[in-house]
T-cell receptor, first 114, second 113 residues
Framework: ELKVEQNPLFLSMQEGKNYTIYCNYS?????LYWYRQDPGKSLESLFV?????AVKQEGRLMASLDTKARLSTLHITAAVHDLSATYFC??????????????FGQGTRLTINP | DTEVTQTPKHLVMGMTNKKSLKCEQH?????MYWYKQKAKKPPELMFV???????INESVPSRFSPECPNSSLLNLHLHALQPEDSALYLC????????????FGPGTRLLVL
């Protein structure tokens, strides 16, 4: 059974600081996704990581994937308040023609204080 | 158009009621999904439709009945729900491409009394 674990689950940080969220998964997968969810809202896709060593960056967020270590990281640089949200990683379990079967991590609730 | 729409936004129903949730996308995606999300928890996959056929049912109780009338529409029929079924129900869609992702709708917040 595929298990996806994030840490930390809660993160309170100051504006301007850097931090990293970790996502570990238990079985082999070539695809990993990061999503953002604001309170009371739906999920917004941030990154799709497709292969070992993949690195994607968008603004102050950078995501990477190490399939050998079964680890993805989401790095936040010089945090700003607007990045406060819950961040989920999700790993594709595979096995469906034409569709994805995602298993989500528990989510990391990020609060950025002025 | 990169939008998935869901109706209604909010729904309150009694345990004896029958109601339906609706999801629509016009992105040409051939995979559509229903998720259930409880407060402060990750989304849990319920059903997957691929090319309008039910591909996955994640052991969901029969009081939830999905339907995919065509490639743009996905319904979730609800009957005899329990209070513990109260949650945010999210619909998503995706295509199979090199860097596909799932696009989520805004969700229907369901309260079962």
């Amino acid at each position: 059974e595929l298990k996806v674990e994030q840490n930390p689950l809660f993160l309170s940080m100051q504006e301007g600081k850097n931090y990293t969220i970790y996502c570990n998964y238990s079985t082999t997968s070539d695809r990993l996704y990061w999503y953002r969810q604001d309170p009371g809202k739906s999920l917004e896709s941030l990154f799709v990581l497709l292969s070992n060593g993949a690195v994607k960056q968008e603004g102050r967020l950078m995501a990477s994937l190490d399939t050998k270590a079964r680890l993805s990281t989401l790095h936040i640089t010089a945090a700003v308040h607007d990045l406060s949200a819950t961040y989920f990683c999700a790993v594709e379990r595979g096995g469906i023609q034409g569709a994805q079967k995602l298993v989500f991590g528990q989510g990391t609730r990020l609060t950025i204080n002025p | 158009d990169t939008e998935v729409t869901q109706t209604p936004k909010h729904l309150v129903m009694g345990m004896t009621n029958k109601k339906s949730l609706k999801c629509e996308q016009h992105m040409g995606h051939r995979a559509m999904y229903w998720y259930k999300q409880k407060a402060k928890k990750p989304p849990e996959l319920m059903f997957v439709y691929s090319y309008e056929k039910l591909s996955i049912n994640e052991s969901v109780p029969s009081r939830f009945s999905p339907e995919c009338p065509n490639s743009s529409l996905l319904n979730l029929h609800l009957h005899a729900l329990q209070p513990e079924d109260s949650a945010l129900y999210l619909c998503a869609s995706s295509r199979r491409g090199l860097e596909e992702t799932q696009y989520f709708g805004p969700g229907t917040r369901l309260l079962v009394l």
